[in-house]
């Protein structure tokens, strides 16, 4: 913190002037000894020999002048970054001052109790409240907060310090000083990063080729990930070190480590791994630059080569390339669009091309071994799943859409057929069969990343409703051949889009319908085959029924119909659909509480009729569980008349609805329920009745 970072840039302008210097001797040298041999005067075998030995100095004075250059460089760079770190721990150090904490001059924090609350903002005043009044826990993980904010500032400066002396060390050894040989650097470069990422590249090469790694190794390969992560040359300069068909070795070798052999060491192997995935993000963040196009190139090679690796080997199986690269690019984060995009477009056209390409003998799925991307295809629609505008850029395309949803193969492992050892193998879905490509979907359709427990709704771009259009399109195509993988990502798209899809199951002319009835309905049928989904679907269409509810003009009915019309859509889809869903007792609030983060936010007054609608919704399930009624005993009016008539009760109560239109009203919305039933009944090509 008190060391003269200005003795750095001064001493890189006399490193400049050493350069300057040789220069200046390079050309003595060249015309007064070297030019000797190069003239007439002197011929002969002498003349030659002397020739090369003056060629050799005069080339040494060259390279003396890149050398020198090349470390001022560094050391330049090296006072840039001291500069900015140091700035960076003087700045937390200054706010954890004014947020009441005491900093020493080792980097301990603690608690102030001098400090003025007034000038801290009121932080010191929050600290002071908590640790005064015997709250010590809030105050110990304010203190907690503020150490690691230390910490790691004071970390980056280590980290950075380690990778100056890495440099230093190596821009002095000329390529060939490992021969024994001695003399100055021709090949010198200037930049920090450099040199951290080829050192590093020979201790992952080691690795990669299966050799034991010391523990201040690992550590340093850990700090050179953490430091470097985001610049772009170290992280290139790496890779290519590597080449693809390293980068792919390595993986499988660190995989082999952490899941395989395990042991103490699985923590520094698996931030190795985090570190090399990140790496790759910000290599290929470019991805209109030649370097991304030919790396690219390179994966196309070495993505469907087949790799021995111990947890396939197991199995009497090899790694494919994109699976193990998948693998590892599950374990980053921040790719850049594009590269999510250009990887799933490769590997699909890789099994078009082979088809059955990743299939693995036994699930890879569950705590145990559900780490390996043994479906390449869908592990990248996961990881888009992430980025719900790329996910909706990607899932936009109808001809991926059309592929994914319905010509795909998703039949990637080989399930034994019997006891029998001679009876090979059948192919066979994977036990998290299509999860990326539901996630995808989730985002694509909704704008939710569906793995951020913090979602919330958010206004729908054209291209999330295109996508569900397009989903609801190619899935109404599968008809019973639905994936059941499916149904609970469709039921949180179609609840996301509450509003439109209720207008559309209420329509009663089909031309303005806002989605096609008839594509609605079985999917809404498909959805129905799984309880919880059905629950979902369901009970979140609730909101968007109350909604209209409030919504419509005073005295109108229309909205009351409506509602009625889509509590009957749903009911026809459950009653067609194979099996109704029977369980002994009803667990769809849980799962469907889970989706809430799909629903737009309501207002105090719709939200609490949503929950009293969702309510006697959920009786009338459970009850019917319950008593095991059988829907060809019990008619179908009977299973949602608790849900038909808590909507009309709130029908009532927004419209100021006298006691004696009670009944009218109830009547009515039974009656639309039946009418919307009977709709979907023949819209959906069954006889009506």
Avoid at 448 to 472: E, F, G, K, M
Avoid at 593 to 608: C, H, T
Wanted: glycine share 10%; net charge negative; with cysteine.
């Amino acid at each position: 913190m008190t060391a003269d970072l200005a003795a750095l840039t001064a001493a890189a302008e006399r490193w400049d002037g050493m350069a300057g210097e040789f220069g200046k001797q390079e050309t003595l040298y060249r015309s007064r000894v070297h030019g000797i041999v190069t003239g007439d005067s002197w011929r002969g075998l002498s003349a030659e020999a002397a020739d090369a030995r003056f060629s050799a100095t005069l080339r040494e004075f060259r390279h003396a002048q890149t050398e020198a250059k090349a470390v001022a460089s560094l050391l330049r760079d090296a006072h840039a970054q001291f500069t900015e770190l140091r700035g960076r721990l003087t700045a937390a150090r200054r706010e954890a001052t004014a947020a009441g904490m005491r900093v020493s001059d080792r980097g301990e924090v603690s608690v102030d109790p001098h400090a003025c609350p007034e000038s801290a903002g009121g932080g010191a005043h929050d600290v002071h409240e908590a640790h005064g009044s015997g709250r010590r826990p809030a105050a110990e993980a304010s203190v907690r907060a503020w150490q690691d904010r230390i910490d790691q500032a004071v970390r980056a400066v280590t980290d950075a310090d380690t990778g100056v002396r890495t440099a230093l060390a190596a821009v002095v050894l000329a390529p060939d000083a490992g021969l024994g040989r001695r003399g100055f650097n021709g090949t010198a470069r200037g930049d920090i990063e450099t040199y951290e990422a080829e050192a590093a590249d020979g201790l992952l090469e080691k690795l990669g080729r299966g050799g034991h790694l010391s523990g201040n190794e690992l550590a340093e390969l850990e700090r050179s990930f953490r430091d470097n992560g985001d610049d772009v040359p170290f992280t290139r300069t790496l890779l290519d070190g590597l080449g693809a068909a390293g980068t792919i070795r390595l993986t499988n070798e660190l995989n082999d480590l952490i899941h395989v052999q395990g042991g103490q060491r699985t923590g520094p192997y698996a931030a190795i791994e985090t570190g090399l995935a990140n790496a790759l993000a910000t290599a290929t963040r470019d991805t209109e630059s030649a370097w991304y196009r030919n790396w690219r190139a390179g994966m196309r090679e070495a993505g469907v080569v087949r790799y021995a690796t111990d947890a396939q080997g197991a199995r009497l199986d090899k790694a494919m390339g994109y699976q193990s690269l998948v693998t590892l690019m599950q374990r980053g984060h921040g790719y850049a669009p594009g590269v999510l995009e250009d990887l799933t477009d490769d590997m699909i056209a890789a099994e078009r091309r082979r088809p059955g390409l990743w299939r693995q003998k036994g699930p890879y799925a569950g705590r145990d071994d559900g780490w390996f991307a043994n479906d390449p295809v869908d592990g990248m629609l996961g990881l888009m799943s992430h980025d719900p505008a790329t996910a909706a850029h990607y899932l936009g395309s109808d001809a991926r859409m059309k592929y994914l949803a319905g010509e795909r193969d998703w039949n990637v492992t080989l399930r034994d057929r019997g006891d029998d050892k001679w009876a090979g193998y059948t192919p066979a879905p994977d036990a998290d069969d299509r999860a990326g490509f539901g996630a995808a979907l989730r985002a694509a359709a909704t704008g939710i990343d569906p793995a951020d427990r913090h979602a919330h709704h958010v206004a729908h771009t054209p291209q999330n409703d295109a996508v569900l259009r397009s989903a609801l399109h190619h899935l109404f195509e599968r008809g019973d051949d639905f994936p059941p993988s499916l149904r609970a990502p469709m039921a949180a798209v179609l609840v996301n889009h509450g509003a439109t899809v209720h207008a559309a199951m209420s329509e009663v002319d089909l031309a303005r319908s806002p989605l096609p009835q008839d594509q609605l309905f079985e999917v809404a049928k498909q959805i129905s085959k799984d309880k919880d989904a059905y629950g979902t679907l369901n009970g979140g269409l609730n909101q968007a029924m109350v909604t209209s509810l409030h919504d419509g003009h005073a005295g109108s009915a229309q909205s009351l119909v409506r509602a009625g019309r889509t509590v009957g859509f749903l009911e026809e889809a459950r009653v067609q659909s194979q099996g109704d869903p029977e369980t002994a007792a009803f667990a769809t609030k849980p799962y469907f509480d889970r989706a809430i983060g799909f629903l737009p936010v309501a207002g105090g007054e719709v939200q609490s009729g949503f929950d009293f609608v969702t309510e006697k919704w959920l009786e009338d399930e459970q009850e019917r569980l319950d008593e095991k009624r059988e829907k060809a005993n019990v008619a179908a009016y009977a299973r949602r008349n608790g849900q038909l008539m808590a909507l009309a009760r709130e029908w009532s109560r927004v419209h100021h609805a006298g006691t004696d239109a009670e009944f009218e009203v109830q009547a009515q919305i039974n009656r639309s329920a039946g009418e919307g039933s009977a709709h979907a009944r023949g819209m959906s090509g069954e006889r009506t009745e």
